[in-house]
Structure formats: C-alpha cells, structure tokens
C-alpha cells in the first residue's frame, strides 16, 4: 500500500496569515500538499478542481463567515467533500457560536491565541486520529443495483475499489494474494453481502478468510452487508469472522463511518507490523557496523549452513591486523569509524551472503554457492580492496581463514566457525594481510596472493 499525500485547504482572507498557516503545516506533517484561498467562492471552486482531506477556515472570510462556507460544503449533493472534515480557526469563538458551527457542520475549532506552533501540532494530531480514507477494497455483491450505488460512495471517497459477484472469484484473488507477501497493492478491507446467490455464500467466504487464509480481524478486516438487522443474523455474521456489519437500504453516513473505522484497525495493524520487523531488523544488526549481530548468526547459522540450496557454503573469518595499535595510538572513536567503515564494505561486497561481526575487530561471512576457487577469489579481492580502501584515514590490511562445508560436510556451525578460525591463526602467523583455507589434508595459504 503506497502512502498517500495529504491535501489540506486553507482559507483565511489575509496573505500573511495564509502563507504562515500554510508553512506551519509543511514543517509539521510529512506527506503534505497546501493549497490556499483567499475567499469562500475561490474555496469552493478549488474544491471542485482538487480532492482535500482537510479543510481549515477563517470565522470571517471577504464574501462570507466561515460558517456559510461549512453549510456550502454540506448541503452540496455533486461536492465530493460533504464529509470533509472543517476546522474552523479563530480566536472568539464563543459558546453560542460553538453550537452554531457544529450545526453547520463544522467538525472542530482552533483557537487562534494558542500560537501558530500549536496550530500545527493541533492539525497534526487530528490527522493522526481521522486517518484519510487509504485503502484497497474487495468489494462482493450480486445486486447490480446495490453494487452501483456502493461503488460509486466508495469511489467518490477515493477508495480503489474491486468488485465481484462471486465468492468464488473472490477467494481465488484472496489466495492469491495470500501466496504472493509481496503482491501490489493488495487488499485491506473486504466488504461482502452475506447472502450471495452462488454456490458459496458471503459467509462461506469468511469461513475462508479466517479459517483456510488464516487472516486476522486486524490484518484484513471484513465488513458485511446483510438484508436484514435480527439479532441471529448479527450473531452469524459475528461468530464467521466479520468486523462490522451494515444493512440495506445503504446509508453513505453509516457505511462510510463503518469503513473508516475498519480501515483505521487495518491501518494500525500494518504500522504495529513494521514497528515489529523494525524491532526484530535492529535486534539482528550491529549497530556500529550496520551488519548482522553475532545473536543472528547464533539463531540463523545452523540452518544457512545446513540449507541445500546454499551448497557448497564456506566461513570466512575476517580479522583486522594490529587494531589494537589504532585504538591506542588514534584513539577508540577513530576505531570505531574504521569498523564502521569495515562493515559498510563488507555489506556492499557480499549482498546474498550473512555477514556478521563475530567480536571486536572479527567479522564472519557465511558464502554461499561458491567452488574452492570461487572463495579464493573472493577472499582475495576484499583483502586488496581493504589494503587500499583507507578507512577513517587509516592504512588496514586484514588477515583471512576460510573453511568449507564440501571439505568438512558433517561440521556443524561452531566447528566449521572453529575450523575457518584456524584458517585465520595460519594466516596471522605466516604474516598477516594473509588468506587461509583448511581442507582435509591442513591448512594452506591462497596460491592467488599478491603482495
């Protein structure tokens, strides 16, 4: 689901306050498009032209008050903004007028003398509780005149909507989807008349939703309409699944009310989602290097080595030649950048494999799908590149131990780790800013060095 930019109007009769209201908003809200107007009448022509999620007035406008501007919006039967909230900006709103507003329709009041900064937080949190309607709808119903009638509110409330007039057509999207995590623009909200005239009803669709797709009332909520309000009806629509339900005749107030609401839970779960893969991603990560923890490769080794389809895989242990002389001589923050640095490099030269700082200045990378030669080339081309790269300023080399599953096939992963680590102790003794490997026959250095 791709984020949608917010639309507000402002119309206030003063230049000045025009242009400070409308820049306010921009350094507050993120995803935001102003547009202003200096009367009611060019307000309204703008509405005409544009679609807006927000509209703020002045109480006094050049041709009209702010009021006779909300029952404009209102009482309009071809505006798309009957439903738009308006927030009336004003510093003498007093109770009598109050009550007149909200008559008017006026959905809430900001009081001017709070400052122009608390203007901004003001609107922000009111986005942040009337979410815009977002959102991708699964439409079902067999009535050709209901389906009209509903797809045209939803539309005009700047839903993408799909419908169907089956069930069956239906769930064939849905597990689609259901099979495809990374399929655009997929559904947040189904909406389905209980009684379908075909061989599954809407009931037995979110059977399917629930029990065979395994979705959530959260992940992706459902909003059934029924033909009649009897309290069995409700508690059937309750106990398969359903959110909400609506009946015929339509009204747009409740439906759309009704819909707002569950796009809103839909919306919540996506973002408590992404809070959580966020949480668990810096779990995984370094936080100095930018690389996976030594956590991950503890929970994921076992299975990245063991895993088929990442044969022939090999260790690498990395280890960074007299680090300890840069932290004494230059400092531990310039060590720190060189890490920092190190693990940048080392991302961008193994995006498929798992790399990992394994304690201090060691790395590992877990490589996959690689011939002995293979490794060797690899291994041997970072250590190069590091001898050159100068991170922080600071002349590196690096020293190397590798070690394979094709030579040691019954390892786990702390014995080929123990394995590649030999590797690497060969590689210091024999002079560092060395590669080693370790096969069945001991440990040798790469014939592909270099000086």
Not at 110 to 134: E, M, P
């Amino acid at each position: 689901m791709t984020e949608k930019i917010t639309r507000i109007l402002v119309v206030d009769g003063s230049t000045v306050s025009r242009q400070i209201l409308s820049r306010i908003l921009q350094d507050e809200i993120t995803n935001l498009e102003v547009h202003s107007s200096k009367s009611g009448a060019s307000a309204i022509k703008k509405m005409h032209e544009n679609h807006y999620d927000l509209i703020t007035t002045a109480l006094l406008l050049p041709d009209m008050d702010g009021l006779e501007l909300c029952r404009k919006i209102r009482n309009s039967n071809t505006s798309s903004h009957q439903y738009t909230p308006v927030i009336v900006v004003s510093g003498d709103a007093d109770e009598r007028l109050l009550q007149e507003g909200f008559k008017a329709g006026v959905t809430d009041y900001f009081d001017k003398s709070n400052g122009y900064k608390a203007f901004g937080n003001f609107i922000k949190a009111f986005i942040q509780r009337n979410a815009s309607l977002v959102g991708h709808i699964l439409f079902i119903e067999d009535s050709k005149t209901a389906a009209a009638v509903i797809c045209k509110i939803l539309i005009k409330h700047g839903l993408k909507v799909t419908h169907t007039d089956s069930a069956e057509i239906a769930m064939g999207m849905l597990e689609v989807q259901h099979n495809n995590e990374d399929i655009p623009d997929p559904f947040d909200l189904v909406i389905t008349d209980f009684y379908l005239k075909g061989a599954l009803t809407g009931g037995d669709l979110l059977y399917a939703i629930r029990a065979r797709f395994h979705y959530s009332q959260q992940e992706l909520p459902v909003l059934v309409i029924t033909g009649n309000d009897d309290q069995k009806t409700q508690v059937e629509v309750f106990h398969a699944g359903g959110n909400d339900f609506v009946t015929k005749p339509i009204l747009e107030e409740v439906i759309m009310a009704r819909i707002r609401l569950l796009l809103l839970i839909r919306h919540q779960f996506e973002a408590l989602t992404l809070q959580a893969e966020n949480m668990r991603w810096i779990a995984a990560t370094d936080s100095l290097t930018g690389v996976r923890s030594k956590r991950y490769l503890v929970d994921n080794g076992e299975d990245y080595i063991q895993n088929t389809a990442n044969q022939p895989v090999w260790a690498m242990l990395i280890d960074i030649d007299f680090f300890k002389k840069i932290n004494d001589n230059l400092g531990h923050i310039t060590g720190d950048h060189v890490l920092a640095e190190l693990g940048a490099k080392l991302n961008q030269s193994f995006p498929s494999d798992m790399v990992v700082r394994f304690g201090g200045e060691e790395f590992s990378v877990l490589l996959k799908n690689l011939t002995h030669e293979e490794a060797l080339q690899k291994a041997e081309k970072l250590r190069r590149e590091i001898a050159i790269l100068k991170p922080a300023n600071v002349d590196l080399t690096i020293s190397v131990g590798l070690a394979s599953m094709q030579d040691h096939p019954d390892s786990n992963l702390t014995q080929i780790l123990a394995l590649a680590d030999k590797a690497l102790y060969h590689s210091k003794e024999t002079g560092r800013n060395r590669v080693s490997y370790i096969t069945e026959e001991g440990i040798k250095l790469s014939h592909l060095h270099e000086d």
